[in-house]
């Protein structure tokens, strides 16, 4: 179980961000606990609305929980308890939201986020969080261990119980560069090579299984076997092979002889080949799926929205149904009222109260106290109704906007992924191209041209000939052969020399005159 918490202020954004349906396959509110608005919106705007009293800033504390294992209801608010037990927010407004996401692998997962306020209304002062981190972490482990939760490494080294064999390769530098290029982990390289060796039983068998894998085994140079993967990147096959000695893999590889296996060069050139192949056509269908996929999701996108715009529309008629209803109720029964004896008997006595200047002056303000005016009940009566109403109208368009909001940031993060994917498409595209141009390079078909002494010049003199005598066509049929460009050079310094004797003119205004000239 991982549990990450933090402080933090603008409520409103972070229930933006918990509505986001864009990024999580499902979004449900479980609890808002502790205040008067029952959304998310109106949750974070009342605890923003106490904080205004404080000096705190970040008024609000947000934690993730993370369980590896699925987790029922029961044991999330257990944990739930049990947290802000530990953190000492016990009794504070909190609001829990579960979001339904599917992981690396493509599997749906359930996490839960929990959001308190930190302000203590009884002292207006937020609460102080010391150490939460090392507090979360120590949770994480109880709770893990009572719900039968495996650990992840590092709690592991946290807690203390068990030393951590680091399993993992140590990337070098080029390592993380292909990592970043291709998006494979050298991890995941290995175990495929693993994989591939272990059910190999001869050395034949192991370069098939590398094959389906789109791997090629070489003879390197410095190496006695390198692998060359799909990218064209060259590996040890000593150093991704786990659990087994090197001395063993050159045993079991043995029968294989040098010139059975290609060349690195060569290997790059096989995968090339096979990429181009693969590759051919698969452009188009790129392209279309994307589009496919774009026009999917914004459909899917637009639907949702359309399903939620429609439920708050009902919800809303439902009210305006439900208001008219009152409304006409409260009519009715005051109707009914005002035609009984008992009604025309006060009523008339409160108009000669008011109208009697004398008995207005001494039962004026019983009258007011008592409400002895059915006419004046009737009208509070219909002024707390129409108050009533008003706020649930107001209550519907504060909904309004925050659904107007959440569609603006789903859309916006629909953009974003679809930018990412559509630049993730031109990186496979350009690592192609340039694959394509190293194996060429490597192949030899770039080779660096040797030129003879003079070579360079002629063909210099050609191209510049050939440019001349586009402007000079006409004089083409009055010299038989037009100048180069080393005679034409020759020409122009002759004729800015200055003649023998004749000193070149200084421009005025410049240098230094010396006294011996």
Not at 471 to 493: C, I, Q, T
Request: hydrophobic fraction near 35%; glycine fraction near 6%.
């Amino acid at each position: 179980m991982i549990l990450k918490g933090s402080q933090r202020a603008n409520g409103a954004d972070l229930a933006v961000h918990l509505m986001n349906s864009f990024d999580n396959e499902r979004v449900e509110i479980a609890q808002v606990y502790g205040t008067v608005a029952d959304d998310l919106m109106g949750a974070f705007a009342e605890f923003e609305a106490v904080a205004q009293g404080t000096k705190a800033e970040k008024y609000l504390y947000s934690l993730s929980i993370n369980p590896p294992d699925e987790l029922t209801r029961e044991q999330y608010f257990e944990a739930i308890e049990a947290i802000e037990n530990r953190l000492g927010l016990s009794g504070q407004p909190r609001a829990v939201v579960f979001h339904v996401k599917a992981d690396k692998h493509g599997v749906p997962r359930e996490h839960c986020h929990v959001v308190w306020s930190r302000i203590d209304v009884e002292n207006m002062k937020a609460i102080h969080l010391a150490h939460d981190k090392r507090k979360l972490m120590d949770m994480a482990c109880e709770l893990a261990h009572q719900y039968g939760l495996d650990l992840p490494p590092g709690l592991k080294a946290w807690e203390g119980r068990q030393r951590h064999e680091k399993d993992a390769l140590e990337p070098t530098l080029a390592e993380k560069a292909q990592q970043d290029q291709t998006g494979i982990t050298p991890d995941q390289r290995r175990a495929e090579i693993t994989s591939c060796y272990e059910q190999a039983d001869t050395a034949q068998a192991f370069i098939n299984a590398l094959e389906q894998k789109g791997y090629v085994l070489a003879r390197g140079d410095r190496r006695g076997f390198v692998v060359v993967d799909k990218f064209a990147d060259v590996h040890s096959l000593t150093r991704y092979i786990k659990g087994h000695k090197a001395k063993d893999i050159s045993a079991r590889l043995a029968p294989l002889k040098p010139e059975d296996l290609p060349t690195v060069d060569q290997a790059k050139e096989i995968v090339r080949r096979r990429k181009q192949a693969r590759e051919e056509g698969e452009g188009e269908r790129r392209r279309q799926d994307s589009d496919q996929r774009c026009r999917k999701a914004e459909e899917a996108l637009a639907a949702g929205h359309a399903e939620r715009r429609a439920e708050l529309l009902q919800k809303e008629q439902e009210l305006l149904t439900r208001q008219q209803e009152e409304k006409l109720s409260l009519h009715a029964a005051q109707a009914r009222e005002a035609g009984g004896l008992l009604f025309r008997m006060r009523s008339a006595v409160a108009d000669l109260i008011g109208r009697a200047p004398g008995l207005r002056s001494v039962l004026g303000h019983i009258q007011k106290l008592t409400h002895l005016d059915p006419k004046e009940r009737h009208q509070l009566e219909h002024d707390a109704l129409a108050r009533r109403h008003a706020r649930e109208k107001l209550d519907i368009a504060r909904q309004k906007r925050m659904q107007a909001r959440v569609e603006t940031r789903e859309i916006q993060a629909l953009q974003k992924a679809l930018r990412r994917k559509a630049h993730q498409a031109r990186k496979l595209d350009n690592k192609a191209q340039q694959d394509f141009y190293d194996a060429a390079r490597d192949q030899g078909l770039w080779r660096k041209r040797e030129f003879k002494e003079g070579d360079l010049s002629v063909e210099f003199n050609d191209a510049a000939e050939f440019v001349e005598g586009v402007d000079r066509a006409g004089e083409a049929e009055e010299e038989d052969h037009a100048p180069d460009w080393k005679h034409r050079a020759d020409d122009l310094a002759k004729s800015h020399r200055p003649k023998h004797g004749h000193k070149p003119k200084r421009p005025k205004g410049f240098g230094h005159r010396r006294d011996d000239e």
